[in-house]
């Protein structure tokens, strides 16, 4: 299907540009933080270890993430660890106690140094349990797809550690990460490094023959597709239709920002009736969507609805790169309270289907969101809505898909105004590299309150009437 000749020279230029990016970070000393993922083919379960500097018993705390930035929802992932242990440098094991929230501690009767933990993770009970196909790792014959934050604990106060991880086999075998995208060839380990926690848990890693990994070709950095299907999938034409979505967004935004990016698919049997396969999700450079067998890619189609795929690829943009208080640095053991959900959905809604996709329509949709929700939705305002969908914005998908909702037609308003204001010389598309830009400069998260001082700055027209507005519940709105 690909020549091997483009193929390789990208590979090769790509391999050079990686070793570039990543040698500074770790500089001259190797990492004092170790991950490593063992999996036996046919098992269920996972087993994880983490050696570290050593350090007192009494002073550790191993978090097991509830939440990660994006998902809006609280996981009890820690159902699913098991046989938590810690060692000493002696090899002494002290075995770890459940905490009062999402955490172990290793308390023994003398003061002792602890240098690893491990334990291990039941990936097919997390599967079953979890009705949310997005928010579960999956394990089948010859495949294993997991999302770093369902799997990986956190010794608090690592937090931004540099990383290493080696994922090993007890066979030859395929093993991929979204942290650094290859063709990859048989075999029985691999290593990767990531900047901290956060990038080690937002990525994903797969394993197993029946992964499907694919380089696009021709796209404007480099583009992959990891694919495990229980059903036919058309890869050229998932392939095709993803690299116009990265397209798409380049010429709207004039840049990318991701320096390498892997759409990961799942075309999945149900595992039950009651379980879910609508919601995808977003990561920094990669995205995940698990769906059922009825959603997959079969045959070419020019017209083929790819909102979604643009959707997911454009919050590589923002939130990724530029977000609220709260989605980071990000509160690991609980699901924090978001304020600027409508910001990171709607405003990537709206220039998905409106200017991507110039689908101008859909306005009517979004209004109709609004028209139609139940009052308990419609009397909250924006922040209070949003503090509400920080744990249920998919549960109850009114209040996610209102939040959207709202934060599109906010946009659109607020690009009508600075159209109209400043005669077509600007348009939203300042709104966006405007926060994008603030965020680079400061390097945090805005404040709520910041947000429209820095739209208003980034077009020099003042916005606060269109945003006053939006503050409103719409049970309120003229
Ligand atoms: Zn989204």
Redesign the pocket.
Known sequence: MNSLIPQYTINMLYLALCVAVYAPVFGQSPPHLHYNITYQEGQDKIRIRVDFKPRSNTDIHFVIPRSAPGTYELTNYIAFVDSVKASTPNNTFIDGVLGEGSFFTFPAEDTMEIRSIQYIVDIATMERTLLSASSSSKRRQEYLGLLGYSVFGLVQGMEEEQVQLSIESDRETLIYSTLYPDIPQPTTKKYYKAKNFGVLVDAQYFMGNAVRIHQIQNAPIPLFLSVYAETYVNIEELSRRINRSLVGLKDYFGYIPMPHYTACYEYLIPVSPRHDYGFSM?HLNSMTASFDTSKAVARVDTGANIGSIV??IG?SWIPLRSYGQGYRSFDWQTAPIIETIWLN?GF?WYIAYYHVLNKKEILTFFREIIDKAPDYINRKSLRELSRLGSTQYAMDFRIGKNLFARGALMAHDIEEYIRSKSRDQKSFRDVMLGLLRWTELHQRAFQYNEIPHIISQSTGIDISEVWNHWQQPPIFHK
Do not use: R
Request: charged share 35%.
């Open positions: 977003e959707h997911h919050h959905e990537t």
